[in-house]
């Protein structure tokens, strides 16, 4: 089976109704970024950055993967599919892509202030008590915090995902505007024979030297247009 390897960004997930962050009405211009995601704006006000994250959380109960979503997880009957994505909410699974890294951490899930990355102190948020509150506290006695990687902290998942794009034999990039290191630079671990396409109904500065196939729709049209026209599959 030949090795595809999905590249998701915050695009990925806007037609199931979450703001992207860039775009016009984005959710960085409705919030400072440098505040609720950052690992100084958390160390400064703990409460407010929890508080944010506890109401995106909710909001992702009430939303459902969209047909984009589905089409990339129904790939895998016909590929061997990792999905490398950027963004937080849990679409790619509840469409039911088995193989997924999340770069920048997960919203059902909190962890230890002291010791973010440590598995022994990860936990999921169960659906019926969402919120993380102050004072509650991870494996480790600090205060639990949303496992997210927030700028200014190291991102450990890159490893596995380099892994991934060295290994494969077509990548597709749906919905980022490559603007967030280290996952923009993913591309640059490609292997020369490995063609790349890219979904976003927008202009995104990328390295043109890569040869990128850029299919200029939103990310279900676009994963359409990418199956009739470009990589067949064998399933209905
Ligand atoms: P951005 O908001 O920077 O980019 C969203 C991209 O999605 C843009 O290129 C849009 O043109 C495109 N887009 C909009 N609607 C779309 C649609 N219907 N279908 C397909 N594409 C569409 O989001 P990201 O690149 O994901 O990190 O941002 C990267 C990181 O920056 C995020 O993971 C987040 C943020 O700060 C953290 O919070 C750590």
Excluded at 11 to 24: L, N, V
Excluded at 115 to 131: A, K, Q, V
Aim: glycine share 8%; net charge negative.
């Amino acid at each position: 089976m030949k090795r595809l390897v999905f590249l998701t960004g915050a695009g990925m997930s806007a037609e199931s109704g979450i703001s992207t962050f860039r775009d016009s009405g984005g959710l960085w211009e409705q919030y400072p970024v440098q505040q609720v995601a950052s690992i100084e704006g958390y160390m400064a006000d703990p409460e407010l950055v929890i508080n944010f994250y506890n109401e995106r959380r909710r909001q992702l109960l009430e939303v459902k993967p969209c047909e984009g979503h589905r089409l990339v997880a129904s790939m895998e009957k016909d590929y061997d599919v990792t999905v490398i994505t950027q963004n937080v909410d849990n679409l790619h699974e509840k469409a039911g892509s088995t193989k997924v890294i999340h770069l920048h951490g997960e919203l059902m899930k909190a962890t230890s202030t002291n010791n973010p990355n440590d598995p022994r102190c990860i936990i999921t948020l169960p659906e019926d008590n969402l919120d993380i509150k102050m004072g509650q506290k991870a494996a480790d006695g600090s205060q639990l915090r949303p496992f997210i990687v927030w700028f200014g902290e190291s991102v450990p998942m890159i490893e596995p995902a380099i892994a991934e794009i060295m290994k494969a034999d077509i990548v597709v990039v749906i919905g980022t505007s490559l603007n967030v290191y280290p996952a923009a630079g993913l591309l640059g671990y490609v292997s020369s024979g490995c063609k790349i396409y890219l979904i976003d109904p927008a202009d995104v500065r990328y390295d043109h030297s890569l040869g990128i196939t850029h299919i200029k729709k939103g990310a279900s049209e676009g994963m359409r247009e990418l199956i009739a026209e470009h990589i067949p599959v064998a399933h209905e």
